[in-house]
Structures are given as C-alpha cells and as structure tokens.
C-alpha cells in the first residue's frame, strides 16, 4: 500500500481565535504526543520560525491555538486526546 492509498485513522485539530485548521495526525494519539506537537507549532511561530510568516500575516497572538484534539478521522469522529491552553 502507498502512502497515497492511506486513510490516517486520526485528525488533529488546533482551535485559534482566526478558527480551527485540521490534518492528519499519524501514530499514537497520546497527551504527551499532542503536548510535544502544539508546543513545537507555537515555536515554529517565534521571529526565526519555519511558520513565522503566519505569524506576521495574522498577527502571532491569533495564531496561538488555545484548544487542540486529536480525533477519529470520521465526519463527527469523537475526540481522543485535548489539549488546553493554560491560562
């Protein structure tokens, strides 16, 4: 099976105030996989980041996600894992 013929069994979803983006998520769903992946995203966002770029076009506290989940890849599919942000 190719990489084009699969179906990823999870998504995740960041929740930012400009709203939600989804992808898929391969491997383990886990807090500590989803902890480790939004904490790399929010660095990936700091002046020298590979998506600073987002950052400047949106405005980098928009862009902080505030809410995370890892989900069954189904069109309701129920959530696995949340992440918060702390406040």
């Known amino acids: ?3 084009r013929d699969f179906t990823p069994k999870y998504v995740i979803k960041m ?6 983006s989804t992808s898929a998520w391969r491997g383990r769903a886990s807090g ?3 902890d480790t992946y939004v904490s790399q995203y929010v660095k990936s966002l700091a002046p020298g980041g590979c998506n600073e770029r ?3 076009t949106f405005g980098y506290a928009s862009e902080l996600p505030y809410k995370a989940e890892i989900c069954y890849n ?3 599919g129920d959530s696995v894992v949340t992440w918060q942000a702390k406040a």
């Open 1 to 3: 099976m190719s990489q």
């Open 15 to 20: 929740y930012t105030r400009n709203g939600v």
């Open 32 to 34: 500590i996989l989803l």
């Open 54 to 56: 987002i950052a400047a």
């Open 74 to 76: 189904s069109m309701y």
